[in-house]
């Protein structure tokens, strides 16, 4: 793993929930419903690369990120470039479904990008925005050093979950788990009851029996 760049993704997933993070980058898996298939519907045009230019700003598409000496990697949903005197400033937006959300998990995939755009251009991206399909409209994120030092140490924390080759243990949170994907793969109260997994499923072998 220490050769390995992370997904951006996977930032976003481990502050989300670090279980869910490991069982999709971890063991590979994936469901979809509802709310996964309103994100991809949401992404399906900056899913498509592209070059636009409009009213003085060039705007791309699935726009390949990487920052090898941070370790992180991955696709931009819309990079628009902002000519101003002395060039072209970067200004990453993330598109995302639903409505704004408390936790800081897809302000921390943003800035992710902005760091990958500066180590790429090498310019200042002070700040980027993150597109809500609910509310049509855009929450401009800052990107302080207090979000950048967020961010770096998600990084450094995905990296090393990743690393163990290990899923974390289930517990429950119904706000978290019941809007999550994963939650018949993930089986959080049934895991959360057991303790771990090896005696869940040594339970299982039990019954059978």
């Known amino acids: ?26 063991e590979r898996l994936w469901a979809e419903n509802r709310q996964t298939a309103e994100g991809r519907i949401l992404h399906d045009r900056a899913d498509q690369p592209q070059v ?31 000519v101003d005197g002395s060039g ?17 998990a897809d302000r921390v995939q943003l800035c992710a990008q902005g760091l990958c755009l500066e180590a790429m251009f090498g310019r200042a991206v002070p700040e980027g925005a993150l597109f809500y399909g609910t509310t ?12 950048r030092d967020l961010t770096r140490e998600t990084i450094r924390a995905t990296r090393a979950m990743l690393a163990t080759g290990r899923t974390p243990l289930a517990t429950y949170d119904a706000k978290r788990c019941d809007a999550c994907s ?12 057991s303790g771990t997994i090896q005696s869940w499923l040594e339970q299982q072998i039990f019954d059978e029996d």
Not at 57 to 78: C, N, S, Y
């Open 136 to 147: 049509r409209r855009r929450l401009v994120v800052p990107l302080n050093e207090e979000m």
């Open 52 to 82: 636009e230019h409009r009213h003085g700003v060039r705007t791309v598409t699935a726009m390949p990120l990487a920052a090898p000496e941070l370790g992180i990697a991955g696709i931009a949903d819309v990079v628009e470039f902002h």
């Open 88 to 104: 072209e400033t970067p200004y990453p937006v993330e598109y995302k479904r639903g409505r704004p959300k408390a936790h800081h």
């Open 1 to 26: 793993m220490d050769d390995e760049l992370i997904p951006l993704s996977a930032l976003q997933h481990y502050l989300y929930c670090p279980r869910q993070c490991a069982l999709i980058h971890v």
């Open 182 to 193: 994963l939650l018949d793969l993930c089986q959080p109260r049934l895991l959360a009851r």
